[in-house]
């Protein structure tokens, strides 16, 4: 479990957060973006692996990137759960314009790529996004390494911990007493 101190204003919590599955350009360690990639045969089963997790944890609404990775992921879990998946493109990991299809390496802190989002324009996307999650209930978000990024940003939890492994949910929560946020990764 991560603890953090402070929390923020907006997202009163509790709710779980769930990267897609694992793509090709995962296993090669590319830039995937906004391209339209879907998941290996590995990503089915952690998705499917990821519904058995959820099942019975209270899950009321589920929302999803477009991208078909993340939808692709969603599915099985809304399956289990029987609820319909709210699709927010907002949610779409970060646009790296010509870097899409490249190496991760290219990356560099401050650096917004030829037809790519800066850091604070994709922050702000995904804070539209979150903001339009219904915390009535318990949601369950199933997005992006970089979706996940802001959000844990969004709560004051520490950045070295910014990497979410695939299909792998998260249960984050405010802390009774002091109200830090607590990030919780299920099935580990």
């Given at each position: 479990m991560i603890e953090t101190p402070g929390g923020i204003e907006g997202i009163p919590g509790p709710f779980y957060y769930l990267r897609h599955g694992e793509t090709l350009y995962n296993r090669l360690e590319l830039l995937s973006g906004w391209r339209e990639i879907d998941l290996t045969d590995k990503g089915r089963a952690q998705a499917q692996r990821a519904a058995g997790l959820l099942?019975?944890?209270?899950?009321?609404?589920?929302?999803?990137s477009r991208l078909p990775r993340a939808l692709e992921t969603a599915q099985p879990v809304?399956?289990?759960?029987g609820l319909d998946i709210n699709?927010?493109?907002?949610?779409n990991e970060r646009r790296y314009g010509v870097l899409e299809g490249r190496s991760r390496s290219l990356r560099r802190p401050g650096f917004t790529p030829e037809g790519g989002e800066s850091w604070e324009e994709f922050s702000e996307r995904v804070n539209r996004a979150i903001m339009q999650v219904s915390f009535a209930g318990l949601p369950l978000v199933v997005a992006h390494a970089g979706v996940y990024r802001v959000i844990k940003s969004r709560l004051g939890l520490p950045e070295w911990e910014a990497r979410v492994d695939n299909a792998l949910p998260v249960y984050l929560e405010r802390r009774a007493g002091d109200g830090n946020w607590t990030a919780t990764p299920l099935g580990v």
């Open positions: 099942a019975g944890k209270g899950i009321t609404h589920i929302y999803s809304a399956e289990a759960l699709v927010l493109w907002e949610l």
